[in-house]
């Protein structure tokens, strides 16, 4: 049932479990790895020379936290709209009802994007309307997009590509590899998205999402993501290719072992998947590529 009224919390947990589950509520973890992959960006792609000085620099500190804070508002929205789905595919995960009543998960949607939005207002104008776009994009998958066949993945895999794209919007360096990185991070979403649609195709059901696999089936949802599966290996073979021919070793072979093998096997693995479990783990194994990918920028130029 939703939370009645103004009252801020459905329920009133220790201390400790509502930090937790609060974190929870806004994916601390997944908000880390942003700002780690930010990070990187910043100091290995586009300002190697002082890296020190562009992570510390004011201007890349309010993109990040502009960031951060429109990407837990889309955490809290998502759950939000999600609560009946979460009951029955996440029963013991949820936080928006049980934790923080409906209204004030709201109210903290709204102010994260507004003082994200207006943060990013100020650093560029092109900051600006992507963060702007990132924000309603956000709602409206929460409210509408991730219930509709492909679409919702999608857009997650552009906002994906955004967050790699911010730094370079805001400092204009014209380095051509943050391009790539974009590009890869945007077919590896998409390929993660489809994949827990295929997990959570229960819940989903019962509430009248049409997703990928209830749309098409499981078996032609493995033949869509075989797709971008593909067209993300060859993305990465071509920047192995590249980095041997470059002189780039360590970057080839970080890329080789820790994105296009694990790549290979998430393929093997997905032909074989037929279970609920199956998924979950091809949905965890996708998250490690994606990891190896961001460390990758760690090796660029030694």
């Given amino acids: 049932m939703p939370a009645s009224g103004s009252s801020a919390l459905a329920a009133a947990p220790p201390a400790g479990r509502a930090g937790t589950m609060l974190a929870r509520l806004v994916r601390l973890p997944n908000l880390?790895?942003?700002a780690l992959c930010m990070a990187l960006t910043q100091t290995c792609l586009l300002v190697p020379t002082d890296p020190l000085a562009a992570l510390l620099s004011v201007r890349f500190a309010l993109l990040l936290?502009?960031?951060?804070?429109?990407a837990a508002a889309g955490y809290i929205i998502n759950d939000y709209y999600d609560v009946k789905i979460d009951t029955i595919n996440r029963p013991g995960q949820l936080v928006v009802g049980p934790v923080v009543g409906r209204r004030p998960a709201m109210l903290a949607h709204l102010l994260l994007s507004f003082?994200?939005?207006?943060?990013?207002g100020t650093l560029a104008p092109a900051v600006g309307v992507v963060t702007v776009g990132a924000a309603l994009l956000l709602w409206g998958y929460s409210a509408r997009f991730k219930r509709v066949a492909?679409?919702?993945?999608?857009s997650i895999g552009l906002l994906t590509a955004a967050l790699v794209l911010l730094p370079e919007l805001l400092l204009r360096t014209g380095h051509t590899a943050v391009?790539?990185?974009a590009l890869a991070a945007f077919l590896l979403t998409v390929v993660r998205e489809i994949i827990k649609d295929v997990e959570d195709m229960r819940g989903d059901?019962?509430?009248?999402c049409r997703t990928l696999p209830i749309v098409v089936g499981v078996a032609r949802s493995k033949w869509v993501v075989a797709v971008f599966l593909l067209s993300l290996l060859w993305v990465v073979a071509v920047a192995i290719g590249q980095g041997f021919a470059e002189g780039q070793w360590r970057l080839a072979l970080w890329l080789l072992g820790t994105v296009l093998g694990p790549l290979v096997l998430l393929g093997v693995?997905?032909?074989r998947a037929d279970r609920r479990r199956d998924?979950?783990?091809l949905s965890t194994l996708c998250k490690l590529i994606m990891l190896g990918g961001v460390l990758s920028m760690l090796v660029i130029g030694r």
Avoid: K, P, S
């Fill in 279 to 281: 998924f979950a783990r």
């Fill in 179 to 181: 391009w790539g990185y």
């Fill in 115 to 120: 003082e994200g939005i207006v943060v990013a």
């Fill in 205 to 208: 059901a019962q509430h009248d």
């Fill in 150 to 154: 492909l679409v919702g993945n999608l």
């Fill in 32 to 34: 880390l790895i942003m």
């Fill in 269 to 271: 693995r997905l032909a």
């Fill in 65 to 70: 936290l502009a960031t951060l804070c429109v």
